[in-house]
């Protein structure tokens, strides 16, 4: 201090006074009366000390910038969350019960709960009652619904309808698959596969009954509308047209025992006019009503004789002309099927 101070540098563990002259003699350097130590300045700052204050300042700053991307994301949910609830139906309070569904629907129905859409509790509104997701008020995705007369649907829904899983009914019936294309499982076992409309048989299907009985062709509206094929059972089948769920227009019936009817039907039986062969080889080819053989027609039997009459009740009425296999031809009168006077008129 004063005009004495001596300045110091430490060196390589030396305290060196930089104020001395050079002493080329290497005398001996006088003694100092003391020796200051220097401290660093008080603005050198610890390195470590500096690294784990940005540290904990980086820290904060992530914190602060977590917090608030977790409250924008907890807005965001509650958000979602108004605009998901729905508005017109309220909690249900009471235990969720659903019917016990035969064993083939579980084995249909895709129970995937997608992430996308939100899972809520169950809702009532009119005495249905839902359970599954929601998306912006509408059932989305995965869930259960069942309605206030008993139908019971599961499955995959969009756009608040059931886009595919299982319908069970009142009356028992199932329906399993999509709203165009599924399965229907009647109470009495039959079952049908194929096109649908409004979960009904609607285009082209097989309609398969416990007896073996299969129909394979055209549906409107739950029945058998247009062209088909039914293969009967008992090994009988038919090949035609049908309206409203029984045969009628035209169609080809064969029994198994050689009988085949090619013809006009109505109301499910042969009705109009067709032609019917025996398995014998006889052809009948006339009127027909509700299976009988009725009104104008001719039987021609094998040996090349024929009938040409009236007939009633499967049977020869009135007066008909009977042509011989070496074409005589004899006008006859009959009653219920026996001829009734000798012939009265021939022909060579």
């Known amino acids: 201090m004063g005009n004495r101070c001596i300045q110091h540098q430490q060196l390589g563990g030396e305290v060196i006074n930089i104020n001395d002259p050079i002493n080329p003699k290497n005398e001996e350097p006088q003694q100092l009366a003391a020796v200051v130590e220097i401290k ?48 017109d139906w309220t909690v249900f309070e009471g235990q969720f019960q659903i019917p016990n569904l035969p064993d083939v629907a579980y084995n249909k129905i895709n129970k995937q709960i997608s992430n996308d859409y939100r899972m809520l509790p169950a809702y009532i509104k009119d005495g ?129 025992n050689g009988f085949k009817y090619d013809g006009q039907w109505q109301r499910s039986m042969m009705n ?11 052809i009948y080819e006339g009127g027909f009503h509700d299976d009988i053989i009725q009104g104008q027609g001719i039987m021609t039997y094998t040996d090349g004789s024929k009938f040409e009459g009236h007939f009633q009740n499967n049977k020869r009425v009135g007066k008909g002309f009977v042509t011989t296999c070496d074409r005589v031809v004899t006008e006859c009168d009959w009653e219920n099927g026996e001829l009734m006077i000798n012939p009265i008129k021939s022909q060579g």
């Open 40 to 87: 660093p300045p008080s603005y050198i700052v610890d390195p470590e000390l500096q690294r784990q204050n940005e540290e904990r300042s980086a820290i904060a700053i992530q914190g602060g910038f977590k917090n608030k991307m977790a409250r924008q994301e907890a807005n965001k949910q509650r958000k979602m969350l108004e605009e998901d609830k729905p508005i």
């Open 128 to 256: 249905d009652i839902y359970l599954g997701q929601w998306q912006k008020r509408q059932f989305q995705g995965y869930g259960q619904l069942l309605k206030s007369d008993g139908t019971y649907l599961e499955g995959q829904w969009k756009n608040g309808q059931l886009d595919d899983g299982a319908i069970y009914f009142p009356n028992k019936d199932l329906y399993l698959g999509q709203q165009q294309i599924g399965v229907r499982i009647y109470n009495n076992g039959v079952q049908y596969s194929g096109d649908c409309s409004n979960r009904l048989p609607h285009g082209q299907g097989i309609e398969e009954h416990p007896d073996g009985t299969k129909y394979q062709g055209q549906f409107i509206n739950g029945q058998k509308h247009g062209k088909g094929l039914m293969l009967f059972a008992d090994g009988s089948e038919y090949n035609g047209e049908y309206k409203h769920g029984q045969m009628e227009g035209n169609g080809v019936f064969k029994w198994p």
């Open 272 to 282: 109009g006019r067709g032609r019917l062969y025996f398995y014998d080889g006889t």
